[in-house]
């Protein structure tokens, strides 16, 4: 008898796995990235703790104190004062001598009384001397009057008054004096700093070179109002200041008002006035008001030059043409 082959089984059909094997594997992503955040999160805040922390202890923040009234002190009261408001470090930036003030006494501080500043900052001020400084004049007999201007201001001195005479050596220096001594080469004559020696200058010959335009002063300090005056052979006039200047604030101060103004012509040697203020404001009108005249001045001059040239063109067309200059207004 036959015996029937048995009938293979079809293998059974793979289940699909995919959908179920890829969910554990989202959950745990998704648990990984949630754990870095919070990680990340973590990190951030106490990275910013840590900064904070820093920043107290390096730059003492919120320890905060107001600056004393040191001005008017002695330099020591005045370090004692500092010490026991928030150890606050006293540092001597200038000296100035001011005779109505005793020595060693604090004319200017900075910060300002009033400021709220961290602890142990420190605090500049300007001590009044004990008495001036003395400097040894130099002597700038011959040298023109920009160098002996110069080699005055790097010691300390300034021009007392410019003297013009008549001589070849125009803007030169024949002689200096000092409280009316005239000064030789070889003498050794000091000075307080800040005093002002008579500078004894040639004029030249030149009649036309004698003769200044007076330069623009408003707007600048005293210090550079003088300064500017003397390089153009001018002196320093009478000097006004409004109420609040004084000789501590006086450099701080600047020209509003100058007389003659800008632009004037003027014989060396003349004197030119100035008015001082410490008001922002009012030397913003000075200067403006300055800047204005200039301008008028300079378009009055400029017609005038226009005019001149036109008088100077019709007399040589007259004298072309023959006819006498007397008859130019009627030819014209």
Known sequence: MEQRKPTPKR???????????????ER????????????????????????????????????YREVPEMVGLLLDDAMAVAESNGNLRIEVSDSLFVPIY???????????????????RRVFVTVNSYRQKMVEIPY????????????????????????????????????QKFNGRTIEEGDKVEAEV???ITLVVGRGEDEEKSRVSVPRLVGMTLYEAKSRLWDSGLN????????????????NARVYVQSPAQGSVANLGSSVALSLSLDDERINRGVTAADEDARRREEAEAKARE?????????????AAGMPTDYEEDFF
Do not use: W
């Open 11 to 25: 293998p059974a059909a793979n289940k699909p796995t995919s959908q179920k094997a890829s969910a554990p594997a």
């Open 28 to 63: 745990t992503m998704k648990q990984t990235v949630i754990r870095h955040l919070v990680l990340a999160a973590s990190l951030l805040i106490i990275g910013v703790f840590v900064v904070q922390v820093l920043l107290g202890i390096f730059t003492r923040h919120g320890h």
């Open 102 to 120: 005793d020595g060693g006494v604090v004319l200017e501080q900075n910060p300002k009384a009033g400021t709220e500043v961290k602890k142990g």
């Open 140 to 175: 700038v007999t011959g040298y023109s009057l920009r160098q002996a201007k110069n080699n005055l201001e790097n010691v300390g001195l300034e021009i007392e008054r410019l003297e013009y005479v008549e001589d070849i050596a125009a803007n030169y220096i024949l002689s």
């Open 194 to 196: 800040g005093s002002g």
């Open 236 to 251: 320093v006039g009478r000097i006004t200041s409004d109420e609040g200047v004084n000789q501590l604030n006086e450099r």
């Open 307 to 319: 005019e001149a040239a036109e008088a100077e063109a019709r007399e040589k067309l007259m004298e």
